[in-house]
């Protein structure tokens, strides 16, 4: 069982940065991938980003490439995405999720999910 808890969403406004955070509860964070996610209202929920259970391998959405960061530190049990230069489209709720092992960017594939957070962008 992991449960996931994120951190770090808000109002800002086009242009701006946020980092979210994503911490796991147990032991076995690192023999889990992680992946954030989003979903606007109205629309699917969608990648955004994922990251191996080592950290050595990244995907993301083309849509947030050289924008957003995803890293993790399995020290502290915590997955991190770095949101740079904003934009407006961005608006959503954020999720992080958990998958045993290989990861996906297809999110019927994980397992454990949050709560989710609101990332607001303004024009």
């Known amino acids: 069982q992991v449960q996931l808890v994120e951190s770090g969403g808000g109002l800002v406004q086009a242009g701006g940065s946020l980092r979210l955070s994503c911490a796991a509860s147990g032991r076995t964070f690192s023999t889990y991938a992680m992946g954030w996610f989003r979903q606007a209202p109205g629309k699917e929920r969608e990648f955004v980003a994922r990251?191996?259970?080592?950290?050595?391998?990244?995907y993301s959405v083309e849509s947030v490439k050289g924008r957003f960061t995803i890293s993790r530190d399995n020290a502290k049990n915590t997955v991190y995405l770095q949101m740079n230069s904003l934009k407006p489209e961005d608006t959503a709720v954020y999720y992080c999720?958990?998958?045993?092992?290989?990861?996906?960017?297809?999110?019927?594939?994980?397992?454990?999910w949050g709560q989710g957070t609101q990332v607001t962008v303004s024009s």
């Open positions: 999720a958990a998958r045993y092992g290989l990861g996906s960017s297809d999110p019927t594939q994980y397992e454990y």
């Open positions: 990251i191996s259970r080592n950290g050595g391998v990244i």
